[in-house]
């Protein structure tokens, strides 16, 4: 009879080797797949706030990265050269899972022999995420577990769900210098006081505020981003004719996202042995 209830909790899910770890709180929702500790579902008031592509197959990632949702990039932002991948490997490896309870899930990622022969060094990283009625927030700490210094970069490549991406507004950005990808990184000064959407737009800011609105998102709402250890903002949407270049996105999906990515990009951090960086975001509905 043992092995009828073993055989029943596997198939339920109830064993240890569960891809989806789900909070529950006060009304609210959260999900997050272990492949990358990506947080795949975000429910406030029962509608969905994260954005997912329908082109992923979540039982078949095979090593590959998970698209929509609160990707988290590290050791390296987008291109890191030939052989390695794009965004670094923290969202294309199957992080443990330490705990979840009360609303939060806990996550650890170390280094391998995979990750070493990406990036050299000894690691870890502890990553929270913890789920409030209106809020859902990441807590990223990296440890430098090695006897050398390392370098990195970090961001959360969040997902915003939208009901149409030319409807929302952005805010905060006014006044501040961005490297605009669309047009090979050129260097520009905004000069918006609030951001509106209406074309294919990959600008990464550096050095901005705390606090950013992201307006009319779903039913009208506002979806507030507070980020700290995360002085960048990447802004990316990539339009009707750019999304036809991405195999893990459908080409209707562009009006569903816009992606406001909470980062530490432009330049590295460096972290000496024994040390450690923390890196927060909280997304709240207003
Ligand atoms: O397709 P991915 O590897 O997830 O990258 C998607 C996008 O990520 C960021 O927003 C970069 O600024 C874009 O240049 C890139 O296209």
């Not at 909070?23 to 795949?40: C, K």
């Not at 990632?61 to 291109?79: C, E, Q, R, S, Y």
């Not at 039913?219 to 903002?233: M, N």
Request: charged share 25%.
């Amino acid at each position: 009879m043992l092995w009828l209830l073993l055989v029943a909790l596997a198939v339920k899910g109830g064993s240890a080797d569960d891809d989806v770890v789900t909070l529950r709180t006060d009304g609210a929702e959260a999900s997050i797949h272990r492949q990358g500790a990506t947080v795949i579902s975000w429910k406030v008031g029962s509608r969905e706030r994260l954005f997912l592509s329908a082109a992923n197959k979540l039982d078949q990632l095979n090593g590959t990265h998970i698209m929509g949702g609160v990707p988290v990039v590290f050791p390296k932002f987008a291109d890191w050269g030939p052989n390695r991948p794009f965004h670094g490997f923290a969202r294309i490896s199957r992080w443990d899972l330490v705990k979840a309870e009360d609303g939060k899930a806990v996550f650890e990622l170390k280094d391998s022999e995979v990750t070493r022969g990406y990036w050299n060094h000894t690691f870890r990283l502890e990553y929270s995420v913890t789920l409030e009625s209106k809020q859902l927030r990441s807590d990223l700490r990296i440890f430098n577990t090695s006897p050398t210094k390392f370098n990195f970069e970090v961001l959360y490549h969040t997902f915003i769900r939208v009901q149409d991406v030319r409807n929302i507004t952005l805010t905060g950005l006014q006044g501040l210098e961005y490297q605009d990808k669309t047009r090979d990184f050129k260097e520009s000064t905004e000069t918006r006081d609030v951001l509106k959407i209406q074309d294919f737009t990959d600008s990464i800011y550096e050095d901005t505020p705390m606090v950013h609105n992201i307006t009319n998102t779903i039913d009208g709402q506002t979806l507030k981003l507070t980020k700290s250890g995360l002085p960048d903002l990447v802004v990316w949407n990539p339009w009707s004719e750019e999304i036809k270049t991405f195999s893990d996105l459908q080409p209707n999906e562009w009006t569903d996202f816009v992606c406001a990515e909470a980062g530490h990009v432009v330049s590295q951090i460096e972290l000496l042995p024994g040390c450690d960086y923390q890196a927060t975001q909280t997304l709240s509905i207003l």
